[in-house]
C-alpha cells in the first residue's frame, strides 16, 4: 500500500495542539489528545434556538448578518413602525420607521440600511424609501416603480429590488439603488413574480419561488449584472419565505427557509446548479424576518399556521461550514 507521503506528497504533521486556521483537506496528529485530525465540511444544516424575538410579528424586513442585524416593521394585528436591533446574544430597540409599514424589500446591514415598498398591504400598492443611519429612520426618495413584496439585497450602496406585487399586476421591473436614489433598469426578469425568495447585489443575484397569479411558480432565476436567465427549477411551487437581505447568499450558494402556503419548517440550500432539501428548523413558519443566508441565518418570528404570529427565533448553520474531525484517538 502506497504511503501518505507518496499519495500527498508530504508527511502527517504532529502537533500540540490542532492550528488555529486549517485548510480544507489537512491533516494533522494532535500529540496532546493523541489523536488523528484532519479539516472536512459539514454535510448539512443544523438549527439552535435563539432569544424570543420582543414582539409576535411577521410580514417585516431583516437585515444584516446572524451577529448583528436590524429588523423593521411588520404585523401584530395592526401594522407597527418599530425596528429591533440584534447583536449577536440579546435584541435591543431601534429606531422607528417615519411611518408603520410591512411587505417591503430593501438591502444593507444593522447601521445602513434601506427599506422600501412597506405599506398597510392595502392599495394603492407603495413607493415609500426609509434609510436608516445605525440610529433613526429617515424618508428617502421613493421607487420608479410602485410595490409591494418586492424582493431585495445588497450593500446600501448598491441595492437591488426587483419583482413585487403592483396592486393590480405582478412586477417583472428591478431598480438599482446608489445610496440616495432608485434608478429603473431596462433588463427585467423573465417570470413576473411577487414575494419570491431570492437575495444579493446589483452584479450577483438570484430569486426563487413566487406568487404569479393566480398560482405560484418554482422558477428559479440568476442575475449576472447583465442578463436574468432561468436555471433549474426549485423543488416545490409557493411564495418565498423569510423577508430579509439574505447578504451571504449569491447565485452559486443560497438558502430557503420554511414556507408559505402552508407555513412548513423546510429547507433547501442552492449549490449554484440545483435545489436539495436540507435539515427542517424545529418551528414551521414563513413571513418571517431573516437575517443573513449560508452559511448562516437567523430566522425571527412570522405566521405558524396556528394560527398565530410567533416570537421564535432560530439560528441556522448550514452545510459546507468547515469543520474539525476526529478520525482516531487512543
Partial sequence: MADYININGNNIPIRASDP????????????????LKGQGVTTSGTWASAPAFPVASRGGYGFGTPSAGLTAGGIVGTVINTSYEWNGSAWGTGGNLTASGFIGGGGGIQTAAVYSGFGSGAPPAPSTTNDYDG??????????????????????????????????????????????????????????????????NQTDAIVWQGYVAPTHTNSTEVWNG?????????????????????????????????????????????????????????????TSYQLGGNPSALYIGGFDGSPANTTDVEEWTGPGVPTTVTFSSS
Avoid: H
Fill in 20 to 35: 488555529s486556521n486549517p485548510i480544507v483537506g489537512e491533516v494533522w496528529y494532535n500529540l496532546t489528545t493523541n489523536a
Fill in 226 to 286: 447583465a442578463t436574468w436567465s432561468a436555471v433549474n427549477n426549485f423543488l416545490i411551487s409557493n411564495e418565498g419565505s423569510g423577508s430579509g437581505d439574505g447578504q451571504t447568499d449569491n447565485s452559486s450558494s443560497a438558502v430557503s427557509l420554511g414556507t408559505s402556503n402552508p407555513e412548513t419548517g423546510n429547507v433547501y440550500v442552492w449549490d449554484g446548479t440545483c435545489w436539495a432539501a436540507d435539515t427542517a428548523m424545529s418551528n414551521g413558519r414563513g
Fill in 135 to 200: 440610529t433613526s429612520w429617515a424618508s428617502g426618495n421613493p421607487l420608479n416603480t410602485n410595490r409591494y413584496y418586492g424582493k431585495g439585497g445588497g450593500p446600501t450602496a448598491a441595492v437591488l429590488l426587483v419583482g413585487g406585487n403592483g396592486d393590480p399586476g405582478i412586477r417583472n421591473q428591478m431598480e438599482f439603488y446608489d445610496g440616495t436614489s432608485w434608478a429603473s433598469q431596462p433588463q427585467s426578469l423573465n417570470t413576473a413574480r411577487s414575494n419570491s425568495g431570492g437575495a444579493g
